[in-house]
């Protein structure tokens, strides 16, 4: 098969690395990639968000396979003009992918589908918005409705807060057009978890399960960024209970929107809080997590291009998705400054030595090739090492081991990540 993977993250270097080991992919292009993905495949400049160009790339390479890494492209109505042009996309349509382009959209489906998720209530006027956090008190959770690139939610520990966020998302229009109406939910209390099961429409083939660390600072501090790290499986997340929050958060919609004519086909991530009631709801991608595909990728054991396959076809329901059980930590190193203004230009080397490790990968993001050919830091998110072990404290010891062979002046790392898992690990074991 000729696949073409649209994207450029570390997402995006786990999929064409988990691709390029499939015996069914006879050429892989990745648009616009990186200088990780150009070691799997052929990298195009072509902007992720450009449709006409993708398509026009895809029927003059003759491709089987379209998979998009991140949400733009499907928001941008890339599957819908595949599905013109006669191309397999792995991905929704923009009408089933505003379940992650509409906060509020996401909340009336699991509303219709009685799907556990926080009291919700949407305002397009200020005051009104700010009138309902005052009847309702702190916490509470503020949400910009429209994307707005992991920046639009606030979760206001106290009146002042939810008020502030208010004020900047709908006067000040801090995020333009995407904060104009806030979603304002209830808050829930419990462990995050990130699920991802794939999706024909009708049936939702389990992938696996995944812990995000989206604070910059150690401890969960400091502000929200794309993902600073990621452990798969998640403690107290086993393959059972995930089968479970599927048929509660993730079959229910799949039965809505095919109800509603507009079948939701693609990787969907359910992000969920495992509360004291149960899984619910926080919000659904339409798409995989980053860094988390990093995390659950390196276990995967099936050959995933036959199953995406199956995905475009509608044969799901015959598929099968192999994760070994294995542990894996992802550390994302990011170039100092982020999530503000991060630093770029200084080179990157010892990939090669991380890589010689036992059990450690290093997956490339936003890397560039300077005049020299040095790999340089170029943006926010740079690289995820990921360490692989049959526990999760040598998977730990792995992937800090791996960023300890990294050498780039410019990084900032979280040396936490998967230090929750392991204390709840062994408080689970020790009984407490
Ligand atoms: P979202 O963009 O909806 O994923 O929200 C970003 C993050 O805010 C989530 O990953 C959660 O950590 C947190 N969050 C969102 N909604 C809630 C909620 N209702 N209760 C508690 N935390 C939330
Ligand atoms: N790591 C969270 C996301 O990809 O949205």
Redesign the pocket.
């Known amino acids: 098969m000729r696949v073409l993977l649209v994207g450029g993250g570390g997402r995006e270097h786990a999929l064409a690395a988990t691709l390029a080991r499939s015996p069914a992919l006879t050429a892989l292009f990745v648009t616009p990639g990186n200088p990780g993905t150009a070691a799997h495949g052929t990298n195009v400049a072509i902007a992720m968000d450009d449709v006409p160009a993708l398509v026009a790339f895809a029927q003059a390479q003759r491709i089987d396979l379209v998979l998009p890494g991140p949400e733009a492209p499907l928001v941008a109505g890339l599957a819908d003009a595949c599905a013109v042009a006669g191309i397999a996309c792995a991905g929704p349509t923009a009408e089933a992918a505003r379940l992650e382009g509409s906060?509020s959209f996401a909340k009336s489906v699991c509303d219709a589908a009685g799907i556990p998720t926080?009291r919700w209530e949407r305002f397009e006027d200020a005051q009104s918005a700010h009138a309902f956090v005052r009847l309702r008190g702190a916490p509470i959770?503020v949400?910009a409705d429209g994307l707005a690139a992991?920046k639009?939610?606030v979760?206001a520990a106290t009146l002042a807060e939810a008020e502030a966020a208010i004020t900047a998302f709908m006067q000040h229009a801090t995020l333009g057009p995407a904060g104009a109406a806030v979603v304002i939910?209830?808050?829930?209390d419990g462990d995050?978890v990130s699920l991802f099961a794939l999706c024909d429409g009708e049936t939702a083939l389990l992938l696996g399960a995944a812990q995000d660390h989206?604070r910059i600072g150690e401890g969960d501090t400091g502000a929200?960024t794309g993902g600073m790290g990621a452990v798969s499986p998640p403690a107290f997340f086993d393959r059972t209970t995930q089968e479970t929050a599927l048929d509660l958060l993730v079959r229910p919609m799949l039965r809505e929107m095919a109800t509603r004519g507009t079948p939701f086909r693609g990787i969907l991530f359910a992000?969920l809080?495992l509360t004291e009631r149960g899984p619910e709801l926080?919000?659904y991608n339409v798409r995989l997590g980053d860094p988390e595909a990093q995390a659950l990728l390196p276990r995967l054991r099936s050959d995933l291009l036959p199953v995406l396959a199956a995905l475009c076809d509608g044969t799901l329901d015959q598929a099968r998705l192999h994760l070994a059980e294995e542990s894996c930590v992802a550390v994302v190193l990011a170039g100092r400054g982020y999530p503000g203004q991060p630093a770029t230009g200084a080179p990157i080397h010892g990939i090669d030595r991380a890589e010689a490790m036992a059990g450690v990968r290093v997956f490339q993001a936003a890397t560039a090739l300077d005049p020299a050919g040095t790999l340089v830091g170029a943006g926010g998110r740079v690289l995820t090492v990921v360490g692989t072990a049959p526990t999760l404290a040598a998977a730990r010891d792995a992937a800090y081991a791996g960023v300890a062979a990294i050498d780039w002046p410019d990084a900032i790392w979280r040396r936490d990540i998967g230090v929750g898992a392991l204390e709840r690990d062994l408080a689970a074991r020790v009984g407490i």
């Open positions: 906060k926080a959770v949400k992991g639009g939610v979760v939910e209830e808050y829930l995050e989206k929200n992000g809080m926080i919000e």
